[in-house]
């Protein structure tokens, strides 16, 4: 069984930040936001988390292994560096879209996301390292067949972007419907999903799905591990199987 802790990561009352005094240059937020990601994802990596930036304003993290410290820490870490802070919303779940959900739920019973009163917030309860296994996060890579070959070799770059946006689109939706998994994309034609604990049939089903709905072909590696690195480490190593065997799901 997997036990997925996930954090919720949220700036703090940042839609009226961004046009006080007057709207801000949008070049501006669109550099704090990828700084933001990229400092978020060395500070959570570096205790073995995950971060998917999503929609930049709220990110999600896979945390397993980091406790309350070291949640506070990133947060006091972000309000040193930047001029905004984070609220953080933290819980475990065998369902990874249920522990996404109790998250959220921590910091909107704090207040809205947009409540200058409801600044770094720290919620919900880490799990404690006794209940922890090597089999608490499962991590599906997933990656586009061939897609220099048919994309970025053959169409301009947006229509490239229309291709693997549309299979990460129908990805997302059947993960997240079927399975309760979390799917991110992460660059170039690769889809990074956080899992339940899901079986051969249930991958191939997937990748099913999306080659008859808009025509992507994926293949997906897929490892288990104690934390989100190395699960995800895995899970490449999945990934280099599928393509030295051309076999379209293998776990590791
Ligand atoms: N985030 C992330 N991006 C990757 C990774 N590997 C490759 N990419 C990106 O994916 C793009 C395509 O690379 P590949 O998936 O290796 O190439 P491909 O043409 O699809 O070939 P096959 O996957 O072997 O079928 C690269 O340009 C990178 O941007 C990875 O492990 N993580």
Not at 64 to 86: C, F, K, M, W
Not at 116 to 136: C, I, K, M, Q, Y
Request: proline share 3%; with cysteine.
């Amino acid at each position: 069984m997997t036990n997925t802790q996930i954090t919720l990561i949220q700036i703090d009352n940042y839609g009226p930040w961004t046009v006080t005094p007057e709207p801000r240059r949008e070049v501006d937020l669109q550099t704090l936001q990828s700084r933001l990601y990229a400092d978020l994802s060395q500070l959570f990596g570096n205790r073995e988390g995950y971060v998917f930036f999503t929609r930049f304003d709220n990110m999600i993290a896979v945390t397993n292994g980091l406790d309350a410290d070291a949640h506070a820490l990133i947060q006091e870490s972000v309000s040193n560096r930047y001029p905004v802070t984070i609220s953080l919303g933290v819980e475990t779940d065998a369902n990874p879209a249920k522990a996404l959900g109790t998250a959220t739920e921590h910091l909107q019973e704090a207040g809205s996301a947009q409540d200058a009163a409801r600044t770094e917030v720290l919620r919900g309860d880490p799990l404690a390292e006794s209940n922890r296994t090597d089999e608490d996060v499962q991590i599906a890579h997933f990656d586009v067949n061939d897609a220099t070959g048919k994309y970025t070799d053959q169409l301009n770059e947006y229509d490239s972007f229309i291709q693997i946006e549309q299979g990460y689109a129908s990805l997302m939706k059947h993960m997240r419907e079927e399975h309760d998994g979390l799917s991110f994309f992460v660059g170039g034609d690769n889809i990074i999903a956080v899992c339940p604990a899901m079986d051969g049939d249930a991958y191939k089903s997937a990748i099913d799905h999306v080659r008859e709905d808009v025509g992507v072909d994926l293949k997906v590696g897929v490892g288990r591990a104690r934390t989100a690195q190395a699960a995800g480490m895995d899970a490449k190593h999945a990934l280099e199987t599928c393509r030295h065997e051309a076999t379209t799901v293998e776990f590791r």
